[in-house]
């Protein structure tokens, strides 16, 4: 497989090598060593989510305390999605910043976020179901979230899509509103935490 670093630390594209003939298609979706070797260390999975979204569907822009954190390896099982990873750490280099990748049954691609990064997707068909490797368990406790629509996040939704979203994320704060708050994870704490994995 092919693994690619984003432009945001800490989040990498894997495109897996398929194997197709006249029965279907074979591939190693998740190869927890070859992610080893680019993200230093092997991610533990402890919980797996699986969502199915109508087209235009919007979930995120999520992210948990760090420490713990959550770390995320998401694929598109069925359907199509863009996938956004954004820089939620305050003192990073590409503070509110994101990356996107398209995630979808052709290519068959993945995207690894490490803890601290925030994390949402657009739903490109009905039925899309996306599959979530996750580092640590649901805490609803140390979970929030950024409006994913917030003008100073600028995400890029495709065009022709009309965004659906849950009440929570609809009045999620701003990136702003969140920052002042002391919502957001610290680059520094970010930096340590990973520190303690390796």
């Keep these: 497989m092919d ?3 984003l432009s945001i630390a800490g989040a990498w594209e894997i495109t ?15 190869r927890g060593d070859h992610l080893a070797e680019v993200v230093g260390h092997r991610l533990d999975v402890v919980q797996t989510n699986v ?21 995320k390896y998401v694929t598109a099982v ?17 503070f509110g910043q994101w990356d996107s990748v398209l995630l979808d049954g052709v290519d068959r691609r993945a995207v690894y976020l490490s803890e601290g990064l925030g994390h949402a997707f ?14 640590a368990a649901y805490n609803p406790a140390a979970e929030h ?3 994913p629509l917030d003008p100073t996040v600028g ?10 979203l849950s009440p929570k994320d609809a009045a999620a704060p701003t990136l702003a509103e969140a920052e002042k708050s002391g919502l957001l ?14």
């Excluded at 897996?16 to 998740?30: I, K, W, Y």
């Excluded at 087209?55 to 420490?67: E, K, L, Q, S, Y």
């Excluded at 863009?82 to 990073?92: E, K, N, P, T, W």
């Excluded at 995400?155 to 659906?164: A, H, I, K, M, W």
């Design 155 to 164: 995400l890029r939704l495709p065009d022709g899509v009309e965004p659906l």
């Design 122 to 135: 657009c739903a490109l068909e009905d039925g899309t179901t996306a599959h979530y490797l996750c580092s």
């Design 3 to 5: 693994i690619r670093p």
């Design 16 to 30: 897996p090598r398929q194997f197709p003939d006249d029965r279907g298609v074979f591939l190693e979706s998740f």
């Design 145 to 147: 979230g950024i409006h």
């Design 78 to 94: 069925t359907g199509a999605l863009i996938d956004y990873v954004v820089d939620l750490r305050v003192g990073s280099p590409t």
């Design 185 to 198: 994870p610290t680059y520094a704490a970010c930096l340590d935490f990973h520190a303690t994995q390796r």
């Design 51 to 71: 969502s199915v979204s109508s087209r235009g569907t919007v979930r995120g822009i999520h992210f948990a305390d760090v420490p713990v954190g959550q770390a």
